[in-house]
T-cell receptor
Framework: KNQVEQSPQSLIILEGKNCTLQ??????????LRWYKQDTGRGPVSLTI?????NTKSNGRYTATLDADTKQSSLHITASQLSDSASYIC???????????FGAGTTVTVRA | KAGVTQTPRYLIKTRGQQVTLSCSPI?????VSWYQQTPGQGLQFLFE???????NKGNFPGRFSGRQFSNSRSEMNVSTLELGDSALYLC????????????FGPGTRLTVT
């Protein structure tokens, strides 16, 4: 069964600090890996999409990395802002059946 | 370009009733996927429609059904509501299939009492 596991489940950081979220997956082979940001009570918004051949992709203060050999991805948030408080969801798409496997998400709380 | 819209945004129903939720995709998008999101289970895939045909289906009981119209708008229906159906229901549209980038709507918050 394809699985996507995210860690930590939640974290609290001070405004201006950096943090890194982890995503480990068993989906293989995979088509692409996505990171979404979801504000409370709203739909997820795409941050990055990476194919298996990409190692890193940035979107402003968000940088995602991918190691297809170890089946790990990370999302790094630089100089956090209060607006970064949200849930971050990792999604992996299988290239066999193109089904999406969702991680449970990491809840980030940024405090002033 | 208008985003994905979902109606209604909030809904309160009684156990045993049925409900219909609507999703209008981004103009030009032909795929619509539906997801259920609860605090304990995270995002769970319900089904995907592409060109009016159900392309994929998740592991939900037959009480959950959907359809897509020729203009790509989609509806999902839940019959005989149960307390456990209380959740945020999200739809996402993509240009061709869900394997391409998806754009999510704001969701419909369903509360079953």
């Amino acid at each position: 069964k394809n699985q996507v596991e995210q860690s930590p489940q939640s974290l609290i950081i001070l405004e201006g600090k950096n943090c890194t979220l982890q995503c480990n997956y068993t989906v293989s082979p995979f088509s692409n890996l996505r990171w979404y940001k979801q504000d409370t009570g709203r739909g997820p918004v795409s941050l990055t999409i990476m194919t298996f051949s990409e190692n890193t992709k940035s979107n402003g203060r968000y940088t995602a990395t991918l190691d297809a050999d170890t089946k790990q991805s990370s999302l790094h948030i630089t100089a956090s802002q209060l607006s970064d408080s949200a849930s971050y969801i990792c999604v992996v798409i299988s290239s066999n059946d193109y089904k999406l496997s969702f991680g449970a998400g990491t809840t980030v709380t940024v405090r002033a | 370009k208008a985003g994905v819209t979902q109606t209604p945004r909030y809904l309160i129903k009684t156990r045993g009733q049925q409900v219909t939720l609507s999703c209008s995709p981004i103009s030009g998008h032909r795929s619509v996927s539906w997801y259920q999101q609860t605090p304990g289970q995270g995002l769970q895939f319900l089904f995907e429609y592409f060109s009016e045909t159900q392309r994929n289906k998740g592991n939900f009981p037959g009480r959950f059904s959907g359809r897509q119209f020729s203009n790509s708008r989609s509806e999902m229906n839940v019959s005989t509501l149960e307390l456990g159906d209380s959740a945020l229901y999200l739809c996402a549209s993509s240009f061709t299939t869900s394997s391409y980038e998806q754009y999510f709507g704001p969701g419909t918050r369903l509360t079953v009492t």
